[in-house]
């Protein structure tokens, strides 16, 4: 791609009214099964994930399955539909292994174009919610750096770091030089340590697999593009994710401020408030442009796709921290309290703002794919 | 609404292409058809340069004319006719001013300004002094006071105009609008310099300056209500047409950067990149405005576009100067000068960088935007006000 390319196609920004209707259904639910007190008692569990949420986000709505075609036994929908589910996971900061699960790992198998075989067969499991499969890869990896995913050789012998959902999964895939395995989390030689998160409603392990054996789906030559494009369209939706996180705090901030009295004056009449908090809105609407335009061009495999994700990256990451730090501060004392779910997002939105690539990262890749190069 | 539909209206603009070629056709006398035809605004009612047609078909037509090399309005050099009075006289006035100022005004054979802002009146635009007394006589109105920032009053042939009539009343409730003859006696404009050296607006005096009734718009004493019209419009001003990848003042930037690598640094290009990303993304927020009014489901997002769009092109400008090194030293050219329209990209970066200091203050400072977002947006708690219920000369000034 050069500097001078247009997009073909102009995106579609909007959300169609099938998206809506997925929205309200994947909100109601989550509003019953993942409130926050159901959250915060859920980090403090042994179990990060609720497989009751899991089995009635991914089977009984089918949102597992919204990037697997028909015909491997998924919804035939596309990112644009699995964006508006991560919006409203991002909002209630539920722990579920959406992102990568339905999203990474299927993206990642997806790509390896088999229409049957063990992907296929894995593919159906993943999309009709009866398995979560993770990429065995640290969590920060961008998708531009996917060939430092590689971490195992040969036998499956090594340790991959800082694994996203690796505790919920009951397969990993695992990039080597030789190709891309899938192992079975229970499988003899694969340990699955789970490390302390700074996000807790998103659990981190380290895997270490000792003459451990998997199914070979692919071989290395295959396996490079398929993870690059899973991680792609881990960065790429993720952003959708930081959308709903950031509506979430805007949306609380403006409620509580509205509320809460100092000075015989709601605190949100005050203008210094409010200027910070129409600025936030400012950055929601943008971040909103920019997310559904990454999840538009992964639908439509626009060739605008690496550049549309790395724009929404380096966007959206510092859209989510911000509000969730102003969400804090304009909470007062209540925002740093353990009850008050605004530390979750918090967690999260810093948290994400370092998966699948940084913020900085992103960057380098649009200086690459525009032609701004470093001096 | 009637049922024109884009074909109709592709129809239809052949049908003027054919009738006036544009290229043995007068640039003038082709505006005018074109008007007369209704496909100068077709969201207007017919006979007023529209059709009554849906406003987002505009484009079709205007892709349909500029495929045939047809002259177009110069919509920059009209901008405050086009975007403020033409919405307003269309809302608020009479079948006779519609008619009178309507055709001209589009065409560009008449161009307006805006005599809203004093020098003790600005963002509390409410509280304006200026004048206008009605004589017993024979009801034309008499105005007298200062306008100040008046940008274009000096190619003005018209002004819409906003003058306290009762300053019995509280401020929003005492004053009127009308519609002022630039080449009246008694209106003097003086050019005031600016920034960047030349006066692009100037101050207005007006002195015993004689209205007739018939220029008055809206009833009297709604013209704070008139004027919200006019302000609306002002601030909602994002085109129909889609603005390519680097279509705005990024765009001068980042070919500087491909073509000049001696001038790169590494603080610059970190600042490049990141606003490269937000020159995108606002980008990408407009278009998804468009998107929402061509869907009919117009969002509250206008409102945030002005705001971004102003700080962007603070920083942006900012940088270019920097990134220019010695050359951003120099500046072409600080004769006053009194140009007919602001010319963004046609001027060298230092240029660009001082004018675009209007661009937070003109039309609505951020900070009245922000609160304006935070309360009919974000439904935020108003102010607490102490001038509501007072009568508009027991004001402190
Ligand atoms: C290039 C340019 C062209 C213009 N053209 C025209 C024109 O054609 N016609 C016309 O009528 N006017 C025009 N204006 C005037 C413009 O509309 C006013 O300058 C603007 O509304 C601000 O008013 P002010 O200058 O009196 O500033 P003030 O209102 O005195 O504001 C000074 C500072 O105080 C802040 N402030 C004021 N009130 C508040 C508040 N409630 N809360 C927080 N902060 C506040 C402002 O944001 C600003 O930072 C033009 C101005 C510029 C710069």
Redesign the pocket.
Known sequence: MTAQTEETVAPDLLYSEAEDDLRSTVRSLLADRSDAPTVIARIESDTPYDPQLWKALGADIGAAGLLVPEKLGGQGASHREAAVVLEELGRSVAPAPYLTSAVVATETLLALGSEDGPVAELLGELAAGRKVAVLAVPFPTAPENSSAAEAVTGTLDGTVTAVADAAAADVLLVPTTDGLYAVEADAPGVTVEPLVPLDQTRPLATVTLTAATGTLLADAEAARPAVRRGLLAGAGLLASEQLGLAEWCLTETVRYTRERHQFNRPIGSF?ALKHRMAQLWLEVVSARAAARNAADALASGSPDTPLAVAVAQAYCSKVAVHAAEECIQLHGGIGMTWEHPAHLYLKRAKADAIAYGTAGSHLEAIAELMELPAP | MTTIDAAELRRRTRELLAAHPPATTGRTDFLRARFDAGLAWVHYPAGLGGLDAPRSLQPVVDAELAAAGAPDNDPRRIG?GLGMAAPTILGFGTDEQKQRFLRPLWVGEEVW?????EPG?????AALGTRAVREEADGDWIVDGQ???????HVARWAILIARTDPDLPKHRGISYFICDMTDPGVEVRPLR?ITGEA??NEVFLTGVRIPDSRRLGPVGAGWKVAQTTLMNERVSIGGSRIPREGGMIGPVARTWRERPELRTHDLHQRLLTLWVEAEVARLAGERLRQQLVAGQPGPEGSGMKLAFARLNQEISGLEVELLGEEGLLYSDWTMRRPDLVDFTGRDAGYRYLRSK?NS????????LL?IVAERVLGLPA?PRNDKDVAWKDLSR
């Not at chain 2, 306008?147 to 009053?153: L, Y």
Request: aromatic share 10%.
């Open positions: 203008q | 405050i300004c805006q005599l809203f802002s009146a600005g963002s509390d635009l306008k100040v920032w008046t940008s274009s009053a600016q692009e607006f209007g203050i003109e039309g609505g400072t951020s900070e009245v609160n102010e």
